[in-house]
Antibody, heavy 116, light 107 residues
């Protein structure tokens, strides 16, 4: 059974940092391109960024609002993808999901609240 | 950057009605478009990959079409369980933006 389990969310002050993890199981993670998507309260889905598989270069892409502040990385030995978030703003408050588009796999999400 | 524009932003239709949602890309994205269904309290569900490839388990009343800049999601006979917000997503190139969503309700 495929599972994506996010963790690491929580309450953080503006300007703070947080690292989210997404642990994958049930599929060949090393071949998968992994994406982070977020949904702010009352808003639609927002693409955050992507990391390609190592065989496809392992490169990353980011949405403009997070570029330079967020970093996506992966550890194929742990079947885990990470989202490192710095200089957090109140507008980063959202449910953060990891997903694999090709297979349509989504995690249940983890809540990040940026508030003083 | 590619912008994805969905219309309408919301609609209300009767059970059994045919419902059509459109998604327009600001530049051509070939058929590199996905459609998702997001029901409150659940995770988004992939309906279509490559614009028209129906995912396993998705009812055949759903269909997707289009290529280039104009895409359509059609529900041939709306059912109560189809109440959700529907999103298109460009995955042709970064940023892999979502449309703003179309909220579908039962009249």
């Amino acid at each position: 059974e495929v599972q994506l389990v996010e963790s690491g969310g929580g309450l953080v002050k503006p300007g703070g940092s947080l690292r989210l993890s997404c642990a994958a199981s049930g599929f060949t993670f090393s071949n998968a391109w992994m994406t982070w998507v977020r949904q702010a309260p009352g808003k639609g889905l927002e693409w955050v960024g992507l990391i390609k598989s190592r065989t496809d270069g392992g490169t990353t892409d980011y949405a403009a609002p997070v570029k330079g502040r967020f970093t996506i990385s992966r550890d194929d030995s742990r079947n885990t993808v990470y989202l490192e978030m710095h200089s957090l703003k109140t507008e980063d408050t959202a449910v953060y999901y990891c997903m694999n588009l090709y297979f349509g796999y989504w995690g249940l999400g983890t809540v990040v609240t940026v508030s003083s | 950057d590619i912008q994805m524009t969905q219309s309408p932003s919301s609609l209300s239709a009767s059970v059994g009605d045919r419902v059509t949602i459109t998604c327009r890309a600001s530049q051509g994205i070939s058929n590199n478009l996905a459609w998702f269904q997001h029901t409150p309290g659940k995770v988004p569900k992939l309906l279509f990959f490559a614009a028209s490839t129906l995912q396993s388990g998705v009812p055949s009343r759903f269909s997707g079409s289009g290529s280039g800049t104009d895409f359509t999601l059609t529900i041939s006979s709306l059912q109560p369980e189809d109440v959700a917000t529907y999103y298109c997503q460009n995955y042709n190139s970064a940023p892999r933006t979502f449309g703003q969503g179309t909220k579908v309700e039962i009249k």
